[in-house]
């Protein structure tokens, strides 16, 4: 039975999620809480190897369904093989995406369909939700902007669509918000970093 605290960051390419997430960890293990901070896709040795198949950026020949059933295979193992032990021991976990980011990406932005795609994933998770997700907001302009002037940032396959397709992701994401408000909560991510950071820290803080 979860004993720890699940904790999810979404958001759009360039959201800063990956930033805020280390700050994150850095200031929870300052007032000593037990603190994993992983990622998806990855995270594990053969989730990460997945991730190598989807992010390459010479993949573009890939079906949308491909790309779908390859994420919620590397969140499997994932969970079955670090994020269950970590919650079971107590302990509180903060992961990069989850299945919002499928549900957004591949299931509105792809056009599989939102259900479909939970669907899928519903075989992956069984029945382990994150217990808040924080949702790092920001037009999809900006985060692109972000990334072309971060030149230590790795550019996957996804940030490459053109604007229409990371437009799709934000609408998938504002749907998603609309189905779960009590697990999904929004931060301005368009603002200074260290305000960003405080906000969810203070949301984090109310779930501890």
Do not use: W
């Given at each position: 039975?979860?004993?720890?605290?699940?904790?999810?960051?979404?958001?759009?390419?360039?959201a800063?999620?990956?930033?805020?997430?280390?700050?994150?960890?850095?200031?929870?293990?300052?007032?000593?809480?037990?603190?994993?901070?992983t990622r998806?896709?990855?995270?594990?040795h053969?989730a990460?190897?997945?991730?190598?198949?989807?992010?390459?950026?010479?993949?573009?020949e890939m079906?949308?369904?491909t790309?779908?059933?390859?994420?919620?295979?590397?969140?499997r193992?994932?969970?079955?093989?670090?994020?269950?032990?970590?919650?079971?021991?107590?302990?509180?976990v903060l992961?990069?995406?989850?299945?919002?980011?499928?549900?957004?990406?591949q299931?509105?932005?792809?056009?599989?369909?939102?259900?479909?795609?939970f669907k899928i994933?519903?075989?992956?998770?069984?029945?382990?939700?994150?217990?808040?997700?924080?949702?790092?907001?920001?037009?999809?302009?900006?985060?692109?902007?972000?990334?072309?002037?971060?030149?230590e940032?790795?550019v996957?396959?996804?940030?490459?669509?053109?604007?229409?397709?990371?437009?799709r992701?934000?609408e998938g994401?504002?749907?998603l918000?609309?189905?779960f408000?009590?697990?999904?909560?929004?931060?301005?991510?368009n603002?200074?970093?260290?305000?960003?950071?405080q906000?969810?820290l203070?949301?984090i803080?109310t779930?501890?």
């Amino acid at each position: 039975m979860k004993k720890g605290l699940f904790i999810t960051f979404e958001g759009p390419e360039g959201a800063g999620k990956t930033t805020i997430i280390e700050m994150l960890e850095k200031a929870l293990k300052d007032k000593q809480y037990n603190v994993m901070k992983t990622r998806e896709p990855g995270g594990i040795h053969i989730a990460e190897k997945i991730r190598e198949v989807i992010l390459n950026r010479e993949h573009t020949e890939m079906d949308e369904r491909t790309e779908a059933l390859l994420y919620a295979a590397a969140r499997r193992q994932h969970l079955v093989e670090k994020v269950i032990p970590a919650l079971e021991s107590g302990r509180i976990v903060l992961c990069d995406r989850f299945i919002d980011s499928s549900l957004a990406y591949q299931g509105h932005a792809r056009g599989i369909g939102i259900d479909e795609v939970f669907k899928i994933n519903e075989f992956a998770i069984s029945e382990t939700m994150p217990d808040v997700t924080v949702y790092f907001d920001i037009p999809p302009e900006e985060g692109l902007r972000r990334i072309s002037q971060h030149e230590e940032r790795e550019v996957n396959r996804l940030d490459l669509e053109n604007i229409q397709f990371h437009l799709r992701v934000q609408e998938g994401y504002i749907l998603l918000q609309e189905r779960f408000p009590e697990r999904i909560k929004k931060i301005n991510a368009n603002q200074p970093i260290e305000q960003v950071f405080q906000d969810a820290l203070d949301l984090i803080h109310t779930y501890i």
